[in-house]
């Protein structure tokens, strides 16, 4: 298995000067500015006294510079610890805590609300907590006690010491010797009941990232610009929707607000993405309130039963929908996870032969379990085929015939959840497989 910071190094060696990562609608790092940005980072950690394994948080909303941060973290050999911005005040310091994390990256909406909230003086005392850092320009924010006494000032001349001609991708350090070095504590709801501390090793998010270039064979092979709305703090944003395109040499076009269908629709048009990733919700607002109501009209019943015209007018429905999301999309389509895609939607997505895959997973498994794509017979309720780097089985005498639950093993497993064993005990079965707490059964 190739360590994902490897694709990553890759990426950045041969995209160099290629747009990497925009914050939509305003900067732009390249390939490169990615890469001196870590090269900054590894020289703030050191001057912090942050060791390899130490736990470092990020809170912020998606950003060119929550990327940068995570990939700064990672290849320094440090345990990047996502919490969601949206989490309330005292649930951020409170994680902050218990993940033992020795940093903290915030950005300015977090840490307004944190001042409002009086929680600042809350991280002090803190075990070795270093302090809160602003995700922008790497300085300690002010109210919280903090021992960051290096400055971006004095980070600039340290990086200009230590590259005093120029910096190119082979001066990057990339901590890619260990995958099974714990990479990420996932803190989310998931699909588990309360947040718990998923601890995922840099094998399980180098599986997931491996598995991806399969599924999208030509976001391997031409790469393209992608619009990104996922939570990068959610393992399916972080380890599909910026690791694994970014590792493709494409260029991520961040969504930094809400997505308001104006705004969204108006980003799509501009970036035309080659492919989307989402969740089912928001494809099937679309298809609900545009295409099946048509496609149930009477004239136009009639016109689909006949043969040659049926075709034509599927087509015409497909491309639709491609302009509707940048008129691009026909290259790869849509990338849907998070929940399972309703059956009617489904149904006309097939029909109208736009590309998409389903995948179905969890946290603990980096995510993916199994898939299913557009290419693939229809399958009605059935979680397609395992994914590479799975082992599935069916808690049932008969898995063929009566369901019972989905347990799953292998490289892209979970470690547990940090700090609690009784959690990690009731996750998996005697023998070592993790419980997903789903029902299926397996045909084969």
Known sequence: ???????????????????????????????????????????????????????????????????????????????????????????IVHLIKISDSRMAFVDKAILSNLQRENLLGNLEGNGDFVGLVDIVNYTAVEGCKSSVEVTPTEIDKLFSQKYPVAFSADDLELDTKDLDALAVISYTSGTSSSPKGVMLPAKSISGNVEVAGKLVPIAVKEGGSTL?????????????????LFSCGCHINIFTEKPVPVRLLKALSDVRPFIFLTVPLLVEKIFRSKVIPTLKKPAMRFLL??????????????????????????????????????????????????????????????????????SH??????????????????????????PGEIQVRGAVVTYGYYKNEEATKAAFTSDGWLKTGDMGIQDR
């Open 1 to 91: 298995m190739k360590h994902y910071l490897s694709f990553v190094f890759d990426a950045i060696k041969e995209n160099w000067e290629k747009p990497a990562i925009s914050n939509y609608g305003a900067n732009t790092m390249t390939y490169a500015d990615i890469a001196r940005n870590i090269a900054r980072l590894h020289l703030f950690f050191e001057k912090c006294n942050i060791k390899k394994g130490d736990h470092i948080a990020i809170c912020a909303k998606n950003s060119a510079e929550w990327c940068a941060a995570f990939l700064g973290i990672t290849s320094y050999g440090a345990v990047a610890v996502p919490l969601l911005p949206d989490f309330h005040p005292e649930n």
């Open 228 to 244: 990104s709305i996922l939570p990068l703090a959610h393992i399916f944003g972080l380890s599909f929707d910026f690791l694994f």
């Open 305 to 374: 039963s006949i043969p040659g015209v049926r075709r034509v007018i599927l087509n015409k429905v497909r491309d639709k929908i491609v302009d509707t999301f940048g008129g691009n999309l026909s290259k790869a389509g849509f990338f849907i996870g998070g929940a399972a895609i309703s059956k009617d939607v489904d149904a006309v997505m097939k029909k109208i032969r736009i590309p998409y895959a389903v995948g179905y997973g969890m946290t603990e498994c980096g995510p993916l379990i199994s898939y299913v794509a557009s």
């Open 377 to 402: 017979p229809c399958i009605d309720d059935r979680g397609g085929v395992a994914a590479p780097n799975v082992e599935l089985r069916i808690d049932s005498d008969r898995p063929s015939k009566f």
